[in-house]
């Protein structure tokens, strides 16, 4: 049976400094998690809270023997941006990186082509895989038919699938959280800092629909991607990807190893997700191309 | 190297969703027209919408004759063992003599830079490039020309990024407008399953419905409700994100009101950042539509290269904006 590896995903939302330090410790001691992918995808503006605390992070998971990237941001835009981005690269990690921005800041260097990059296809990914992309997390949206075609055509990067988590659906030059509460994205008072997992959006008729976390909106339903190791691996998929949420993530990391080392069977281990306390219904469907709400049988 | 800055005329591109639209933009003014083919190749696939090969060969012959360029939409993300439909896209607008092709998706901006190298290369919104680093990306790597900037852009941010790339740079002015960021937005496809970046279709008719309850109207995608219309209240397309939604404790347009771009009062402001090209969105529009809205900016440019204030654009363009309400968008930076 192939070993599928398990990363935890950058944390998408406002979390205060203390509480994103006590998450990485416990992480380190506890998450049987391969990879961690840390630092600030979402807004710039959070960057100076959050930004201190990642190089004794970093050295704490690494003591740990976890393999760290930082993860940069998906949609730069001011000076101040680009600038802690180039700090940021100039730690040496590997970077994940997330728009095209940083991609020139890499003068070769191996790097992680996160989700928020536009790679649909294997001509793309060959395209980066010769400028250093050496995994590549595919676009929540692809179905694991088109991941198959470019993990064949492009052995030489490892794949990931964003299997666990709200799905991050869009970015946006606008605050969605800011707006919401009568302000704009340069008075924000950071109040995304309310919703730890982003604030639920209902239809009209009141069916949770989305989550808007500042400039980022996810879907409120959380993919929870289960299928056995056999079944990924014929997919080309040699990890899965955990976002961070509020909930127990060393448990979510728990369940996920168990049945990829198969000691948990698939039909048993949604239901041990959702006795985790879910922020929303589960959702898989992106996987075989259906809407992305949708919860089939994979 | 060639010089490759902005020319002091600036250039108005229009949109051409037909053979017949392409007709009236040109004979209205259009400096240039953009078009796609009818497939999954181009951002605006919709039904009884676009271009066959023969269609684009006679519309360039047309424009040419008439003094205007014609650009080819490819801005679509080739589907994953398909990439060769892309390619072939782009070897067709080449071969019926297209000025430029506007392209995103790395594998076909590479295939027409290395196989077209005389074909001029213009970058897509689609690809969402907006800081110096990543325009210098594809200038760099795919001889990208021109960069069509995402609609999130401030006009300081504008002037600042034009004074640190050595690239054309063209922005929307008027028409529909995405309040994601172009080409980073999955939430039509979330709904429908059907990607707008794979398929070029956002909130797809096909997956909308309309439906009458206690004498309110319900306007859905996907099954979703997007929107709920009062007995008398306008009715509009449910696309997702003009739509009404409960967040916290209140009911809002979360992410934008049913506006559209008008950027008609910015011109002499974006002229002077240093755009090279204005752009009108609307490959979906009828011929009338394109035809007043054309001529309308034409007028505007024109007044704007004597020197004048282009009062009489305003007037003319009174009416057509999408529900009647406009807004200047990203440009000012209170929008955000």
């Known amino acids: 049976m192939p070993r599928i590896e398990l990363a935890l995903g950058p944390c998408f939302f406002n979390w205060p400094a203390d509480r994103l330090t006590d998450f990485y410790a416990r992480i380190a001691d506890e998450a049987p998690v391969d990879r961690i992918y840390l630092g600030e995808v979402v807004c710039g503006k959070r960057m100076p809270f959050s930004d201190p605390i990642w190089p004794e992070a970093i050295a704490r998971l690494e003591r740990a023997g976890k393999s760290v990237a930082v993860s940069m941001l998906a949609l730069p835009a001011t000076p101040r941006e680009r600038a802690a981005m180039a700090d940021l690269a100039a730690l040496g990690h590997l970077l994940e990186i997330n728009d095209m921005s940083a991609l020139a800041a890499r003068t070769g260097a191996p790097f992680v082509a996160g989700p928020f990059l536009n790679i649909y296809n294997e001509a793309s990914l060959a395209a980066l895989a010769a400028r250093g992309a050496r995994r590549w997390c595919a676009p929540v949206e692809l179905p694991l038919s088109s991941i198959a075609i470019v993990a064949r055509a492009c052995p030489e990067v490892a794949v990931e699938l964003f299997a666990f988590g709200r799905l991050p659906l869009a970015v946006s030059g606008r605050c969605y959280h800011a707006r919401a509460h009568g302000l704009n994205k340069d008075s924000c008072g950071f109040v995304c800092d309310r919703d730890p997992d982003g604030m639920a959006v209902h239809t009209l008729d009141g069916r949770a629909f989305l989550a808007v976390n500042g400039i980022q909106t996810l879907s409120h339903a959380v993919q929870a991607v289960v299928m056995t190791p056999d079944a990924l691996s014929a997919s080309g998929i040699r990890c899965l990807r955990l976002s961070p949420h509020s909930l127990d993530m060393v448990q979510v990391a728990k369940i996920y190893r168990e049945l990829l080392d198969g000691r948990l069977a698939v039909g048993d281990t949604e239901g041990r997700l959702a006795g985790l306390g879910l922020p929303g219904a589960i959702c898989n469907a992106y996987a075989v191309g259906e809407p992305g709400w949708q919860k089939t049988r994979l | ?336």
């Not at chain 2, 909308?208 to 209240?233: H, K, M, N, Q, S």
């Not at chain 2, 282009?310 to 929008?335: N, Q, V």
């Open chain 2, 1 to 336: 190297m060639t010089d490759l800055r902005p020319p002091t005329r600036p250039e108005l591109v229009c949109p051409a969703g037909t053979p017949a639209a392409l007709h009236v933009a040109v004979e209205a003014g259009a400096d240039a027209v953009y078009c796609g083919f009818r497939d999954e190749t181009n951002a605006r696939n919709f039904p009884g919408l676009n271009f066959s090969a023969a269609e684009l060969a006679d519309g360039v012959r047309f424009a040419h004759a008439r003094g205007s360029r014609v650009l080819v939409a490819i801005n679509t993300f080739a589907r994953a063992g398909a990439v060769d439909v892309w390619r072939r896209a782009v070897d067709i607008a080449a071969d019926a003599g297209a000025d430029a092709v506007i392209a995103a998706d790395l594998a076909v901006l590479e295939h027409a830079a290395s196989r077209h190298p005389g074909l001029r290369l213009h970058l897509s919104v689609q690809a969402a490039a907006g800081t110096p680093e990543a325009i210098r990306f594809y200038a760099e790597t795919f001889g990208v020309k021109r960069v069509v900037l995402p609609r999130v852009l401030s006009l300081e941010e504008i002037a600042r990024l034009n004074r640190t790339i050595a690239v054309e740079t063209e922005v929307f002015v008027f028409g529909g407008l995405c309040v994601m960021a172009e080409g980073r937005c999955a939430l039509s496809s979330y709904a429908t399953g059907k990607s707008p970046n794979l398929t070029g279709v956002c909130s797809p008719p096909s997956h909308v419905a309309y439906v009458e309850r206690d004498g309110a109207l319900t306007a859905a995608l996907g099954g979703f409700t997007i929107d709920r219309f009062a007995p008398g209240e306008a009715a509009g397309y449910p696309t997702l994100c003009k739509g009404r939604f409960a967040a916290g404790d209140r009911v809002s347009y979360l992410f934008e009101d049913p506006v559209s771009l008008n950027a008609v009062d910015l011109l002499v402001s974006l002229h002077r950042a240093g755009v090279a090209a204005f752009k009108i969105e609307g490959r979906q529009r009828g011929k009338a539509y394109v035809a007043q809205v054309v001529r309308a900016f034409r007028a505007a440019l024109d007044s704007l290269q004597r020197g004048e204030a282009p009062a009489s654009a305003s007037r003319l363009l009174a009416g057509l904006a999408e529900g009647s309400r406009e807004t200047a968008g990203a440009y000012r930076k209170i929008w955000r």
